[in-house]
């Protein structure tokens, strides 16, 4: 059965940087369009990005635009979300999804969303 592992949460301040993975097993990773969402107390779970089975398109939530970046690498079946200049607004817990939809562009967290990592904490401070 396929899993999703994140990693990288934490905290930092204003303008920070960091670093989320997203670790894929027993599964065929190379197969999926993959996703990041996050989800703020008492706020609905949101997309953040989604890049397809190749890596050739990426998408993003227009909150992150020029921000993020979603990368994946299917070789150690893993996908990335780098997160620069942040915000005490990306204050959230990130989770890393596996999706089957054929649409192009951004999913929500119920169209073809299939597998869930148990989500990692981001914290920005002001």
């Known amino acids: 059965q396929a899993q999703l592992v994140e990693s990288g949460g934490g905290l930092v301040q204003a303008g920070g940087s960091l670093r989320l993975s997203c670790a894929g097993s027993?599964?065929?990773?190379?197969?999926?369009?993959m996703d990041w969402f996050r989800q703020a107390p008492g706020k609905e779970r949101e997309p953040v990005a989604r890049?397809?089975?190749?890596?050739?398109?990426?998408y993003y939530a227009d909150s992150v635009k020029g921000r993020f970046t979603i990368s994946r690498d299917n070789a150690k079946n893993t996908v990335y979300l780098q997160m620069n200049s942040l915000e005490p607004e990306d204050t959230a817990v990130y989770y890393c999804?596996?999706?089957?939809?054929?649409?192009?562009?951004?999913?929500?967290?119920?169209?073809?969303?299939?597998?869930w990592g148990q989500g990692t904490q981001v914290t920005v401070s002001s």
């Open positions: 027993g599964g065929t990773f190379s197969s999926y369009a």
């Open positions: 890049i397809n089975r190749t890596g050739g398109s990426t």
């Open positions: 999804a596996a999706d089957i939809s054929a649409r192009q562009g951004l999913v929500g967290p119920r169209d073809g969303i299939f597998r």
